[in-house]
């Protein structure tokens, strides 16, 4: 499975978009994209998943670069419920091994 | 649709015993993950199954570890002897089909003394 780089953490104002980026430039073309969210003492929330088109449903839209090399999920109004750690992940979608990185912290201020 | 169902949410316990950890899955759900999260080591996978059969125990730690699931609603992970170490929070998780998203349940917290 591809490995994936987010950034640490960030911050989004209340009301605005929030956009997640996400890099994995080791992907192979049959590896899909998945994002994931875990709010505080919650289990994991899937939110979205796309191989090469940019997917959009009513959590999230995901960008997804020509390259497949990075993608970006986008939160179009965030709320302060957003406030979570948001994963990324690549994986063989033929295979039920999700791997989980360290994720982005995302914190919505009001 | 209650979701995946794990028991207890919270279990405090001594070294040396054991302990067992519960599971239901979301009915019609093919596929079970265990997995476990620690402030060190994140989410790691311990176990999955597919219609009951364990498919893949890589990433069960040692023996002290074994996991089971005796029909379709129901699965257990249990620790004999518990160690501190051991001490995480466990999730489970089900999927309808091979490559559909995971839903995981709320965890139980475990710590052991």
């Known amino acids: 499975d591809a490995k994936t780089t987010q950034p640490t953490s960030m911050d989004c104002a209340e009301g605005r978009a929030a956009n997640l980026p996400c890099n994995h430039s080791t992907i192979s073309g049959n590896e899909y994209v998945y994002w994931y969210r875990q709010i505080h003492s919650q289990g994991p929330q899937y939110i979205i998943h796309?191989?090469?088109n940019n997917e959009t449903n009513e959590m999230a839209s995901l960008i997804i670069t020509e390259d497949r090399k990075s993608s970006t999920l986008i939160l179009p109004h965030a709320t302060l419920r957003d406030t979570a750690v948001y994963y990324c992940i690549g994986n063989n979608q033929g295979a039920q091994k999700l791997v989980f990185g360290q994720g982005t912290r995302l914190t919505i201020n009001p | 649709d209650a979701g995946v169902i794990q028991s207890p949410r919270h279990e405090v316990t001594e070294m040396g015993q054991e302990v067992t950890l519960r599971c239901k899955p979301i009915?019609?759900?093919?596929?079970l993950f265990w997995y476990r999260q620690t402030m060190m080591r994140g989410l790691e996978l311990l176990i999955y199954?597919?219609?009951?059969?364990?498919?893949?125990d890589s990433g069960m730690p040692e023996d002290r570890f074994s996991a089971k699931m005796p029909n379709a609603s129901f699965s257990t992970l249990k620790i004999q002897p518990s160690e501190p170490r051991d001490s995480a929070v466990y999730f489970c998780?089900?999927?309808?089909?091979?490559?559909?998203?995971?839903?995981f349940g709320n965890g139980t917290r475990l710590t052991v003394t």
């Open positions: 009915s019609g759900h093919d596929y």
């Open positions: 199954f597919n219609n009951n059969v364990p498919i893949d």
């Open positions: 998780a089900s999927s309808s089909v091979y490559g559909s998203p995971l839903h």
């Open positions: 796309g191989l090469k």
